[in-house]
């Protein structure tokens, strides 16, 4: 970040409150060290900072001698965020800090099929709830985010095509929390804001990143070079709607037939056992079963994970990411789940994209939706940029 006068502007304030943020600068001369600037130049920029309420000095580093200097820290008790993670019969709502870090969690358990004129609102009245819980209010809320599953218009704040959001296409949802807040209200694919909940777990570890969402739905998130790929229409990822030969003729709830949806989503393993007379209702119970051992369950969540291996092994060799991380409810029966998923991806996929290729649970486990719509949110309201201009306002 050190510049020189010919070559760029100075770090600003916001630069500088990334570097405390991310823990690279915690010293006022390591600011210096990094970003050269003066100290009269670095006393002002941490001025500003405290002036929002982001930076602290409350603290000590050791020292070899003489006055030891003031810690800088990040104060992720300045604010909170609002967090909200929709699934087809389930919600997940949450409070967490400017870190990311939960403070309460909750959850809604609503009828499938569902519309947001009927969920929205008691969305809106339990994150009031939890805010009043805390002793939080309003005014502190820095941001809200959402996810839900399916390609979404993250301009408009809506869902473009969800095959299991059945009434959630075009509809914004800002609208529905505006009472609640004046911040910023932000939506996006569940499964891309999973792969945000990993910044401070395997993201830090790897810059390109491959993650699938195995649940109702299926759906991935991607990470090349350290960057959230969305795509030209906000499509990347969707792999579960990708035509594959064992599907051949079985229909899917997109309206087509031969969906590796068809034969692998969750709710194609709740149908098979209600074929056979099996009492169960989400891809949850399924889970369940095969966690008490039933070799049914088990058989198919394994199936699952071979017949989505087939499809991933093409990923693989396209991206070559570092690590493969998988979240959703089957990600519960994990070592079944994957027993499958490494047979075809190992059996499919190049030796060289595979040579170095791990295979993860997300490190947030349940509450990674919410924590990865915490993330949505944060990366924007507390960016360089978003700081410059809130202390420009």
């Known amino acids: 970040m050190r510049t020189s006068p010919s070559s760029s502007p100075p770090p600003t304030a916001g630069d500088v409150f990334a570097l405390i943020r991310d823990g690279n600068a915690d010293t006022r001369a390591e600011v210096g060290r990094i970003t050269g600037l003066s100290r009269t130049a670095i006393a002002a920029r941490i001025t500003a900072l405290q002036s929002l309420g982001l930076v602290s000095e409350r603290e000590e580093a050791p020292s070899t001698g003489g ?16 967090a909200v993670a929709i699934g087809r019969s389930r919600t997940q709502l949450g409070v ?6 939960a403070l309460v969690t909750s959850e809604i358990d609503q009828e499938i099929g569902i519309g947001p004129d009927d969920l929205m609102p008691d969305v809106a009245k339990r994150l009031d709830a939890l805010l009043h819980e805390l002793g939080r209010a309003p005014a502190e809320v820095r941001g809200v985010g959402l996810c839900i599953p399916g390609t979404v218009d993250i301009d408009r704040g809506c869902s473009l095509d969800s095959p299991i959001m059945n ?5 914004p949802l800002a609208p529905y929390l505006a009472k609640l807040t004046e911040a910023p209200i932000l939506l996006d694919n569940d499964a891309n804001v999973i792969v945000l909940s990993e910044r401070r777990g395997h993201r830090e570890r790897f810059d390109n990143v491959l993650l699938i969402k195995a649940s109702t739905g299926l759906g991935g998130g991607i990470v090349a070079g350290g960057t959230l790929q969305r795509g030209a229409l906000g499509a990347a990822g969707e792999f579960g709607h990708t035509k594959t030969p064992a599907a051949v003729g079985v229909p899917c709830r997109c309206g087509d037939t031969g969906c590796l949806e068809a034969i692998a989503g969750g709710w194609a393993l709740v149908r098979a056992l209600q074929q056979q007379g099996r009492s169960v209702g989400h891809i949850r119970d399924v889970v369940d079963l095969a966690l008490s051992g039933d070799p049914e369950a088990k058989r198919l969540i394994r199936e699952s994970g071979r017949q989505i291996g087939e499809v991933l092994a093409a990923a693989i060799n396209l991206l070559n990411p570092d690590a493969l991380v998988i979240g959703g409810d089957m990600a519960k029966a994990y070592d079944t789940f994957v027993a499958g998923l490494r047979e075809t991806v190992y059996g499919n996929a190049t030796a ?9 649970p997300t ?3 349940d509450q990674s939706g919410v924590i990865g719509s915490a993330a949505l949110v944060l990366e924007q309201v507390l960016s360089a940029r978003a700081i410059d201009r809130a202390l420009q306002g």
Do not use: M, S, Y
Not at 96 to 101: E, F, I, K, P, R
Not at 167 to 171: L, T
Not at 352 to 360: D, G, M, P, S, V
């Open 352 to 360: 060289l994209a595979t040579r170095e290729l791990q295979i993860l």
């Open 67 to 82: 006055r030891p200097p003031a810690r800088l820290r990040f104060d992720a008790d300045a604010g909170v965020v609002l």
């Open 96 to 101: 967490c800090t400017l870190a990311g870090d």
């Open 363 to 365: 490190t947030h486990g």
């Open 167 to 171: 009434g959630w296409d075009g509809i």
